[in-house]
């Protein structure tokens, strides 16, 4: 590993100023926020607003046009980025799952420790078991994605992420394409993650859930952060015109 | 003379036509023998080589490297726009002149490159461009979301092939390759044009020494390739359905 100088005092995740577009449209507008290690943040803000494309940048699925992204200290917007060393601590959650359709659950959450990290087959098992089991799922581990609801396959999708032990997780909308019956057995892993001490950006539209495990939430709009704050004064006191009309929408 | 032989043997005698004389002479049984095996041999060699360049070729398509994708462009341009039967010429009159030779014997210059070996050559680089085409179809069909996921898992671009692309996109492309592989083995008939001694090439000697075996020969080529390619389609089937994923796809 690359000595960054990162120590856990600093934030495991600093995004400075921030822009990035596609194209002639310009979807980060120079943002910055930093996260603290054990710190769970929400980003919330209408469609379009650029919330997915951000957490998108932090793990160099988008590479951004300027600004900086450190995550422990290493600078995602660089041409020599290792790669691998940043996915193995920067963990995430797509809306759509993306499960491997062609391997049951349990082969879903070993693929990656197995391939990418070469660990030995017995000791990924075992983790995996353990994995299957805290998001709820044992009597699963042998089921296609196929044959599994939205929500069993989102908790495989946090699991396989989980198994490559990250130190910072990324969930982009994970409860936007599930049925509102499974929602929450979604959202309760992801809140019992959330205080085994794992550092989480969510991306959300659930609000009760944002308030509910949220250390800090952020509220964009057109490419910029708007707005800021713990859930408890966020709600309530929101300042800017356009987080007032956004809560009032979806409150 | 066995009962069996004995039998066709009476028939050709009543019936000169129906001289089926590879049942009864054992020297043209032998024919049919070594016919059928250098069809086959040739056929499992030119699938086996001709998926393996699909593989290779399909990943080479996606390469970051312009030259690269343009080269394999252009070989299965090459080996799709021109016929089979040429190239299998071109291989072994034009190229087969450049290759070194060695001597056995110390008289005899026998190229390095054998008819046979310019046919297994050149039959599966034909139906490796077919089966380039072919994967690529298959990997446009696996969803980018899904390529995604492999790679915020850290994943690189060749573990993400070989785990998460290709199993999937093998399986789309299991009924296009079906169609090819048979369009293969079919077209080993064509290297009876450098004289390998494969199955229509052994039957046309027959009918060529005894004129009244033709009609017998002719309907044995049928049957033997609706045998063979029988066997190859039910097999590709039953793997097709093997690999079939619960809840996937239809």
Same mark, same amino acid.
């Given at each position: 590993?690359?000595?960054?100088?990162?120590?856990?005092?600093?934030?495991?995740?600093?995004?400075?100023?921030?822009?990035?577009?596609?194209?002639?449209?310009?979807?980060?507008?120079?943002?910055?926020?930093?996260?603290?290690?054990?710190?769970?943040?929400?980003?919330?803000?209408?469609?379009?607003?650029?919330?997915?494309?951000?957490?998108?940048?932090?793990?160099?699925?988008?590479?951004?046009?300027?600004?900086?992204?450190?995550?422990?200290?290493?600078?995602?917007?660089?041409?020599?980025?290792?790669?691998?060393?940043?996915?193995?601590?920067?963990?995430?959650?797509?809306?759509?799952?993306?499960?491997?359709?062609?391997?049951?659950?349990?082969?879903?959450?070993?693929?990656?420790?197995?391939?990418?990290?070469?660990? +030995?087959?017995?000791?990924?098992?075992?983790?995996?078991?353990?994995?299957?089991?805290?998001?709820?799922?044992?009597?699963?581990?042998?089921?296609?994605?196929?044959?599994?609801?939205?929500?069993?396959?989102?908790?495989?999708?946090?699991?396989?992420?989980?198994?490559?032990?990250?130190?910072?997780?990324?969930?982009?909308?994970?409860?936007?394409?599930?049925?509102?019956?499974?929602?929450?057995?979604?959202?309760?892993?992801?809140?019992?993650?959330?205080?085994?001490?794992?550092?989480?950006?969510?991306?959300?539209?659930?609000?009760?859930?944002?308030?509910?495990?949220?250390?800090?939430?952020?509220?964009?709009?057109?490419?910029?952060?708007?707005?800021?704050?713990?859930?408890?004064?966020?709600?309530?006191?929101?300042?800017?015109?356009?987080?007032?009309?956004?809560?009032?929408?979806?409150? | 003379?066995?009962?069996?032989?004995?039998?066709?043997?009476?028939?050709?005698?009543?019936?000169?036509?129906?001289?089926?004389?590879?049942?009864?002479?054992?020297?043209?049984?032998?024919?049919?023998?070594?016919?059928?095996?250098?069809?086959?041999?040739?056929?499992?060699?030119?699938?086996?080589?001709?998926?393996?360049?699909?593989?290779?070729?399909?990943?080479?398509?996606?390469?970051?490297?312009?030259?690269?994708?343009?080269?394999?462009?252009?070989?299965?341009?090459?080996?799709?726009?021109?016929? +089979?039967?040429?190239?299998?010429?071109?291989?072994?009159?034009?190229?087969?002149?450049?290759?070194?030779?060695?001597?056995?014997?110390?008289?005899?210059?026998? +190229?390095?490159?054998?008819?046979?070996?310019?046919?297994?050559?050149?039959?599966?680089?034909?139906?490796?461009?077919?089966?380039?085409?072919?994967?690529?179809?298959?990997?446009?069909?696996?969803?980018?979301?899904?390529?995604?996921?492999?790679?915020?898992?850290?994943?690189?671009?060749?573990?993400?092939?070989?785990?998460?692309?290709?199993?999937?996109?093998?399986?789309?492309?299991?009924?296009?390759?079906?169609?090819?592989?048979?369009?293969?083995?079919?077209?080993?008939?064509?290297?009876?044009?450098?004289?390998? +001694?494969?199955?229509?090439?052994?039957?046309?000697?027959?009918?060529?020494?005894?004129?009244?075996?033709?009609?017998?020969?002719?309907?044995?080529?049928?049957?033997?390739?609706?045998?063979?390619?029988?066997?190859?389609?039910?097999?590709?089937?039953?793997?097709?359905?093997?690999?079939?994923?619960?809840?996937?796809?239809?």
């Amino acid at each position: 590993m690359t000595d960054t100088g990162w120590t856990p005092d600093q934030p495991l995740v600093s995004i400075r100023d921030v822009h990035k577009s596609f194209g002639e449209l310009e979807v980060l507008k120079g943002v910055s926020l930093d996260v603290m290690k054990g710190e769970v943040i929400c980003v919330i803000g209408p469609s379009g607003s650029g919330k997915s494309t951000l957490i998108r940048c932090v793990n160099a699925l988008n590479p951004i046009n300027s600004g900086s992204i450190l995550v422990e200290g290493q600078e995602v917007n660089d041409p020599h980025l290792d790669k691998l060393e940043l996915r193995k601590k920067v963990g995430m959650v797509f809306q759509q799952y993306n499960l491997f359709p062609h391997k049951t659950a349990l082969e879903n959450i070993m693929m990656a420790p197995l391939k990418v990290l070469k660990q +030995p087959r017995e000791e990924v098992e075992e983790r995996s078991r353990a994995l299957i089991k805290r998001v709820n799922l044992v009597g699963k581990e042998n089921n296609y994605p196929g044959e599994l609801s939205g929500g069993q396959q989102q908790r495989v999708a946090i699991a396989r992420s989980l198994a490559m032990d990250p130190d910072v997780m990324l969930f982009d909308e994970v409860t936007a394409a599930l049925d509102p019956e499974t929602v929450n057995e979604v959202l309760l892993a992801i809140k019992d993650l959330a205080q085994r001490g794992m550092t989480c950006i969510l991306v959300t539209h659930e609000m009760g859930f944002a308030r509910e495990v949220a250390d800090h939430i952020y509220f964009t709009d057109r490419g910029i952060i708007v707005e800021h704050g713990p859930p408890a004064t966020f709600f309530s006191d929101a300042k800017d015109p356009r987080t007032k009309e956004f809560l009032s929408q979806i409150l | 003379m066995n009962a069996f032989q004995q039998y066709f043997y009476d028939l050709a005698q009543e019936y000169p036509r129906w001289n089926f004389i590879y049942f009864y002479d054992p020297s043209q049984t032998e024919r049919v023998i070594d016919g059928l095996g250098m069809t086959v041999q040739l056929s499992v060699i030119c699938v086996i080589c001709s998926v393996i360049i699909g593989v290779i070729g399909a990943w080479i398509q996606g390469a970051h490297s312009a030259l690269a994708r343009n080269l394999m462009q252009g070989y299965i341009q090459f080996f799709r726009n021109t016929p +089979p039967l040429i190239q299998l010429m071109f291989f072994y009159f034009a190229l087969g002149q450049f290759t070194p030779t060695y001597s056995p014997d110390g008289w005899l210059e026998v +190229p390095i490159i054998s008819n046979v070996g310019w046919a297994i050559i050149s039959l599966s680089f034909f139906a490796g461009a077919f089966n380039v085409e072919i994967f690529r179809a298959g990997i446009e069909a696996v969803p980018e979301s899904t390529r995604e996921a492999a790679e915020a898992l850290g994943m690189n671009r060749l573990q993400i092939y070989i785990y998460v692309v290709l199993p999937l996109a093998f399986r789309v492309s299991l009924p296009a390759l079906n169609n090819n592989l048979v369009n293969l083995v079919k077209t080993t008939t064509q290297a009876i044009a450098i004289a390998v +001694p494969e199955l229509l090439y052994q039957m046309i000697s027959i009918y060529n020494d005894y004129s009244t075996a033709q009609y017998a020969c002719m309907l044995f080529m049928f049957i033997a390739y609706i045998v063979l390619v029988g066997i190859l389609v039910f097999g590709m089937h039953r793997w097709e359905r093997a690999l079939k994923i619960p809840g996937y796809g239809t």
